[in-house]
């Protein structure tokens, strides 16, 4: 059997596979073994993966973060509110109008803006998202040409791409238990930063390919996501028991009050001081009458028998209330640490957090990188989709490079670091001020303030652009021949 028949044999391939992938021998039957177990492997784990987030995907909390994440990242900006422009460049490095425009209609036609919105809370949560692309490349002028649909229907445990050096090579694709490849034309493959898994195939080049799997914004933190949900709805329930928790009072009765007679002596009490409680639950449209009786229930007491000798009644005490103050805290220190987790500033639900403004700073670069991380996935994913059309229109003369996207909703980590370093440099300003200070408060020890205030400049220079401090002009009762006299500073 020849290599061709061997991977069909295997794969029941509907077309050849990539040459340069499986150039084997022809006669090692044993060539894609390897791969085989890896796609299953992966298949088995992403299925698993899938379901843990299902039951989390719906939760407020998890949705309130990744709406956050796209509020921020594809916030459209300018009179046109859109949320990218495209440019195409050519072989000088200069736009190509006459091709931009024809990719801007294409954008236009297909609404991409709006799609891209649409997918990116599912890309968030799952980590990758796959579009199934109808291509038509009939020579017909009068045929429209490139991509003529786009399909939504992928489901993501049955296809993996193939990586090849830094871009895709092809998907296999599970179809009914049986492996097929698709050529990277078929589909699009948006990504998170993602796993790398790589898989010996015993090619003649030696050369391994790579499954790539992405990873999900909230998958770090699910099991602080569980526990949140657990605990707030848990809250509520404790609340109501505690709010329709009976009192109990007990009223004394002569110690020879038949058991029957003393019953019927609390259920007297009973209606003197509780109304009747009647909730009609067959009633479809009474939630307005159960709220009301719900109300009416708070406080309700129930009287027992207390055998003695004098009829008083007697609060008895079973139970405290509960004290809902730590699991409050508990679940505030939750959310501060999932978002922490996720990326996302925890200032967001805590305006009075008295942390560090530094730590802040730096909590909001890690966000700004987090942002331009999920921008950057969707320019992969969109740069891929372009191509596949220009190159499917004619435009063979292009690449992946040459196709700039810029999202209008400008992220600059730059002046975030920048004062985060501000932040630091002050804040060792302040301690050898302190510590200039404690040595000027010796006796024995005379503080050279012009090499002091010459050191600041030096330090805060490459920031500000200039000298922050200067000198004191010199009075007339300065020692000025002495470079170590205390000399003020301004």
Same mark, same amino acid.
């Given at each position: 059997?020849?290599?061709?028949?061997?991977?069909?044999?295997?794969?029941?391939?509907?077309?050849?596979?990539?040459?340069?992938?499986?150039?084997?021998?022809?006669q090692?039957?044993?060539?894609?073994?390897?791969?085989?177990?890896?796609?299953?492997?992966?298949?088995?784990?992403?299925?698993?993966?899938?379901?843990?987030?299902?039951?989390?995907?719906?939760?407020?909390?998890?949705?309130?973060?990744?709406?956050?994440?796209?509020?921020?990242?594809?916030?459209?900006a300018?009179?046109d509110?859109?949320?990218?422009?495209?440019?195409?460049?050519?072989?000088?490095?200069?736009?190509?109008?006459?091709?931009?425009?024809?990719?801007?209609?294409?954008?236009?036609?297909?609404?991409?803006?709006?799609?891209?919105?649409?997918?990116?809370g599912?890309?968030?949560?799952?980590?990758?998202?796959?579009?199934?692309?109808?291509?038509?490349?009939?020579?017909?002028?009068?045929?429209?040409?490139?991509?003529i649909?786009?399909?939504?229907?992928?489901?993501?445990?049955?296809?993996?791409?193939?990586?090849?050096?830094s871009?895709?090579?092809?998907?296999?694709?599970?179809?009914?238990?049986?492996?097929?490849?698709?050529?990277?034309?078929?589909?699009?493959?948006f990504?998170?930063?993602?796993?790398?898994?790589?898989?010996?195939?015993?090619?003649?080049?030696?050369?391994?390919?790579?499954?790539?799997?992405?990873?999900?914004?909230?998958?770090?933190?699910?099991?602080l996501?569980?526990?949140?949900k657990?605990?707030?709805?848990?809250?509520?329930?404790?609340?109501?028991?505690?709010?329709?928790?009976?009192?109990?009072?007990?009223?004394?009765?002569?110690?020879?009050?038949?058991?029957?007679?003393?019953?019927?002596?609390?259920?007297?009490?009973e209606?003197?001081?509780?109304?009747?409680?009647?909730?009609?639950?067959?009633?479809?449209?009474n939630?307005?009458?159960?709220?009301?009786?719900?109300?009416?229930?708070?406080?309700?007491?129930?009287?027992?028998?207390?055998?003695g000798?004098?009829?008083?009644?007697?609060?008895?005490?079973l139970?405290?209330?509960?004290?809902?103050?730590?699991?409050?805290?508990?679940?505030?220190?939750?959310?501060?640490?999932?978002?922490?987790?996720v990326?996302?500033?925890?200032?967001?639900?805590?305006?009075?957090n008295?942390?560090?403004?530094?730590?802040?700073?730096?909590?909001? %670069?890690? *966000?700004?990188r987090?942002? !331009?991380? #999920?921008?950057n +996935? @969707?320019?992969?994913?969109?740069?891929?989709?372009? =191509?596949?059309?220009?190159?499917?229109?004619?435009?063979?003369?292009?690449?992946?490079?040459?196709?700039?996207?810029?999202?209008?909703?400008?992220l600059?980590?730059?002046?975030?670091?920048?004062?985060?370093?501000?932040?630091?440099?002050?804040?060792?300003?302040?301690?050898?001020?302190?510590?200039?200070?404690d040595?000027?408060?010796?006796?024995?020890?005379? %503080?050279? *303030?012009?090499?002091?205030? !010459?050191? #600041?400049?030096? +330090? @805060?220079?490459?920031?500000?652009?200039?000298?922050? =401090?200067?000198?004191?002009?010199?009075s007339?009762?300065?020692?000025s021949?002495?470079?170590?006299?205390?000399q003020?500073?301004?």
């Open positions: 059997m020849n290599f061709s028949g061997i991977v069909k044999k295997i794969f029941n391939w509907t077309a050849y596979p990539d040459p340069a992938t499986f150039a084997v021998l022809e090692n039957s044993e060539i894609n073994k390897n791969l085989i177990i890896k796609f299953f492997n992966i298949n088995e784990n992403k299925q698993s993966i899938i379901s843990e987030i299902n039951e989390l995907k719906d939760f407020y909390f998890t949705q309130m973060m990744v709406d956050r994440f796209i509020d921020d990242a594809l916030n459209p300018g009179s509110q859109h949320i990218f422009k495209v440019s195409i460049k050519n072989q000088d490095g200069k736009e190509d109008k006459v091709t931009t425009k024809f990719i801007q209609d294409f954008i236009d036609e297909f609404n991409i803006e709006r799609f891209l919105v649409d997918i990116a599912d890309l968030l949560i799952y980590g990758e998202y796959f579009l199934r692309l109808d291509i038509n490349v009939d020579q017909d002028k009068n045929i429209k040409k490139g991509i649909n786009i399909h939504d229907d992928v489901d993501p445990t049955n296809i993996i791409p193939v990586f090849r050096d871009d895709i090579s092809y998907f296999i694709i599970n179809k009914k238990g049986k492996l097929i490849n698709e050529q990277p034309s078929k589909y699009v493959y990504s998170l930063p993602s796993n790398r898994i790589k898989v010996t195939i015993n090619t003649e080049d030696n050369k391994a390919i790579y499954f790539r799997m992405g990873k999900s914004i909230i998958y770090p933190a699910l099991g996501l569980k526990e949140l657990l605990l707030e709805s848990i809250v509520p329930i404790k609340f109501i028991n505690n709010a329709l928790k009976t009192s109990l009072i007990s009223v004394s009765v002569p110690s020879t009050t038949r058991p029957q007679d003393a019953i019927e002596i609390t259920k007297t009490y209606k003197m001081i509780n109304n009747s409680l009647k909730i009609d639950v067959n009633n479809k449209n939630s307005n009458q159960i709220l009301k009786k719900l109300s009416e229930k708070v406080g309700q007491v129930k009287v027992i028998p207390n055998f000798d004098k009829g008083t009644l007697e609060k008895q005490e139970t405290q209330t509960s004290d809902y103050n730590d699991v409050a805290q508990k679940i505030l220190d939750l959310r501060k640490i999932i978002l922490t987790t990326g996302i500033p925890s200032s967001i639900i805590d305006d009075n008295p942390s560090l403004k530094s730590d802040a700073i730096k909590e909001h %670069i890690r *966000y700004s987090k942002l !331009k991380s #999920i921008q +996935s @969707l320019k992969e994913g969109l740069k891929r989709l372009i =191509l596949i059309h220009l190159i499917n229109n004619g435009f063979m003369n292009f690449i992946k490079d040459d196709i700039d996207i810029q999202f209008l909703n400008v600059n980590t730059d002046d975030l670091e920048k004062l985060e370093y501000v932040d630091l440099m002050v804040s060792m300003m302040d301690n050898m001020k302190s510590f200039i200070e040595i000027n408060n010796d006796a024995f020890a005379k %503080i050279n *303030y012009n090499e002091y205030i !010459k050191f #600041i400049n030096n +330090s @805060l220079e490459n920031i500000i652009g200039f000298n922050l =401090l200067s000198p004191k002009p010199k007339s009762n300065s020692d021949d002495n470079p170590d006299s205390d003020g500073y301004s």
